[in-house]
Every structure is written in structure tokens, then in C-alpha cells.
């Protein structure tokens, strides 16, 4: 489907007065030293379907991530009916994901120097990534379960395996072999864990899921890199994560 058919001329102000006030525009396209921003590297939609996503990402709150939080994205940027056919619900969580990315190395990139250690970089860097999905906290349940579908695990693991990647890149870590992905899979595992437990924090300004997050960083940082420990810390809030999806109707312990 051409987008140029689907949006009407008189409704391009319309949209662009949107896009401009959408929270989820990437804040800066500043390149973090030689590396490409998440978006850059791996949408490879037009112009027309990142505006429609990004708007919609604002219906997610009342919608949830279903087809309906984009057909209400399409009518208010005046595009026609059939425009939101061209993105599904796990487009619109993938969307978000490489959004939040984006917006966490950017929000890092001029603090992390401040900080000495390692583990205060990293605490720092999980923060401002959960904060990014504060706004849709009510609804991620339903992004991880949808997520979690056969399907869409490879799109999943993709993604949680990336944004590990870019959080020990950003602390200056040159692990390699065993190490590297021992490292990555325990920190993916660490702030899965946390993730889900801010689901469920009904802890003043979330101080709950912060203590949380430290608590799995700190045992991150005492675990020696040889794989099979942490290889059990991963499996671990694996486990947890299906529990937690399970205890809210989202999938099936079978």
C-alpha cells in the first residue's frame, strides 16, 4: 500500500503538529561514539509507518498494544481507515522497545563519566531504562505475554539480547568468549526480573522496584563470570517471568 495515498493532503499539518508533541519521538539523533542507535538499525519502516507507531504508543494507555490503539492512531493523524493494517500489535512492542533504547543511551551518555564503578553505571543505566516504560507499566503485562508467544520469542530475545549488549558496551566492558555472554545473559535476567516486579510495585515512586533492581545488580556483581552460575541466575527470573504472566491470566502454566 502506497502511504502516499493513505494520507490526505489537507491532514499532513494535522499530523505533523502530533509528531512533534509525541513523547515517543526519539528526543535526538545524536549517534553514541560509533554506535547507531537501535531505531536506525533496525526499523526499516517509511517515514509514514514510524509516525503512525509513535503516535500510537500515545493510545497504548487506553487501548492496550492491540490493533485498536493503532486504528485510533491512524484516524487522529487523519490517515484512511485501512492504514493501520500495515502494523501489528508486535510491530507497534518492538517499536517501543527500540524507542526506549534510543532514549536510555541518549539520557545516559554525558552521566555515566561521573559515576566510578561499574555497578553504578549499570544501576544507572537500568533506571533510566524501566523509567522509559513507567508510562505503560499498567500495560506491559500484556506486551511481555504477547512477546512470549512461540512466534515472537526470537523478536524477544533479539531484543532483551541488544539492549544487554548496548548497557556493558556503555560501561566499557571488552569481555569476551564465555564471558561475554555469560555477563549479558545475567544482566538480561536482572532486568527482566526488575521489569516485571515494577509491574506489580505499588511502592511510593516505585523506591520497591529500585531496591529490587540493586539487589539483582549487586548479586550480578558478586557472581563470578564462569558461566553456569549465571547462567542459573538467568534461568532463574526466566522461570519468574512465566510465573508472573501465568499469575495474571496472560498464559498458561501447561
Known amino acids: 500500500m502506497n502511504s502516499k495515498t493513505i494520507l490526505s493532503r489537507t491532514a499532513f499539518h494535522r499530523a505533523s503538529v502530533l509528531i512533534k508533541t509525541s513523547p515517543y519521538q526519539l528526543r535526538t539523533h545524536k549517534k553514541i561514539g560509533h554506535r547507531l542507535l537501535a531505531t536506525s538499525q533496525s526499523n ?16 497504548v494507555p487506553e487501548h492496550g498494544w492491540t490493533k485498536a490503539a493503532l486504528a485510533q492512531a491512524a484516524n487522529d493523524l487523519g490517515y484512511s481507515s485501512a492504514a493501520h493494517g500495515i502494523a501489528e500489535p508486535i510491530t507497534l512492542i518492538s517499536h517501543f522497545m527500540d524507542r526506549a533504547l534510543d532514549n536510555t543511551l541518549v539520557e545516559v551518555d554525558d552521566q555515566l563519566h561521573e559515576l566510578p564503578s561499574e555497578h553504578q553505571q549499570l544501576r544507572l543505566i537500568c533506571r533510566t531504562r524501566l523509567r522509559q516504560t513507567l508510562p505503560l507499566v499498567k500495560r506491559w503485562p500484556e506486551a511481555a505475554a504477547i512477546l512470549a508467544q512461540p512466534k515472537n520469542l526470537p523478536l524477544a530475545m533479539s531484543q532483551l539480547a541488544r539492549m544487554s549488549s548496548e548497557f556493558w558496551y556503555l560501561t566499557g566492558d571488552q569481555a569476551t568468549r564465555i564471558n561475554w555472554y555469560a555477563k549479558r545473559s545475567g544482566l538480561a535476567a536482572a532486568y527482566l526480573a526488575s521489569e516485571m516486579y515494577m509491574c506489580e510495585d505499588g511502592s511510593p515512586e516505585h523506591c520497591d522496584t529500585w531496591a529490587f533492581l540493586d539487589r539483582r545488580l549487586e548479586e550480578l556483581m558478586e557472581m563470578q563470570v564462569a558461566g553456569t552460575k549465571t547462567l542459573d541466575f538467568a534461568n532463574q527470573f526466566t522461570r519468574n517471568f512465566y510465573n508472573i504472566l501465568a499469575s495474571r491470566g496472560f498464559i498458561s502454566r501447561n
Open 44 to 59: 526499516k519502516q517509511s517515514d509514514f509507518e514510524l509516525t503512525l507507531l509513535d503516535h500510537a504508543l500515545t493510545k
